[in-house]
């Protein structure tokens, strides 16, 4: 993880910011809900019948953001936290075992504005990498890369103090290893995609 970390840090401290820009920091902190799709899929379900599944539930998430800024350009560094329980269907009931995953990402970033009112209202086109941290409930680690893109709207507040609203995807491998579903079961890519709302505070320009 540290080995992540660091590289995580040095993407962001390049500052990829056009040449002769003055480059101005801000910090930002979004909550929002996420939904996971895909993570595994029923092999036996080819004719017809009730197909069932395992994922993670829909997890409440926090996100911290460091974000470097020089004209319209962006980069920066989001560190999401969540924790989501384990959902079992079969196509007409759930069950949900509570509190089975935790999930730390690091997710490296690059966004340029698409558009801005005269009121300053922007529009923004967000896309990098992610590294997923999972802790299962009985302890088992494991780690999962991926991709994300994103477009958030935002808006002055007061001084340098801005909200948002933010629309997201992730791409990334099946939560389970190899040999840990049940016989029906196969792994599948899976997908989160998450609507946030957040404060940044930081100057716009």
């Not at 009112?117 to 299962?136: I, K, N, S, Y």
């Not at 088992?140 to 609203?165: E, F, M, Q």
């Amino acid at each position: 993880m540290t080995r992540h970390c660091a590289i995580a840090l040095s993407l962001l401290a390049a500052g990829v910011t056009p040449p002769h820009a003055a480059a101005q920091w801000s910090m930002g902190l979004d909550i929002g809900a996420s939904h996971f799709t895909g993570a595994s899929f029923d092999t036996s379900a080819g004719g017809g019948g009730a197909a069932a599944s395992l994922r993670p539930q829909r997890p409440l998430v926090l996100a911290l953001r460091l974000e470097r800024a020089a004209a319209r350009v962006r980069v920066g560094l989001g560190v999401l936290r969540a924790r989501a329980g384990l959902v079992a269907e079969n196509g007409t009931a759930a069950a949900v075992q509570k509190g089975f995953f935790t999930l730390l990402e690091l997710a490296p970033e690059g966004s340029i504005r698409l558009a801005e009112t005269g009121a300053g209202t922007e529009l923004r086109l967000h896309a990098g990498p992610l590294v997923d941290f999972w802790t299962l409930e009985e302890g088992d680690n494991r780690t999962r890369a991926g991709a994300h893109a994103a477009l958030s709207a935002g808006w002055p507040i007061a001084g340098r103090v801005t909200g948002s609203v933010r629309v997201a995807a992730a791409l990334t491998g099946s939560v389970f290893d190899a040999g840990e579903l049940p016989s029906q079961l196969a792994r599948r890519a899976m997908w989160r995609r998450t609507v946030s709302v957040g404060l940044r505070y930081g100057k716009r320009r």
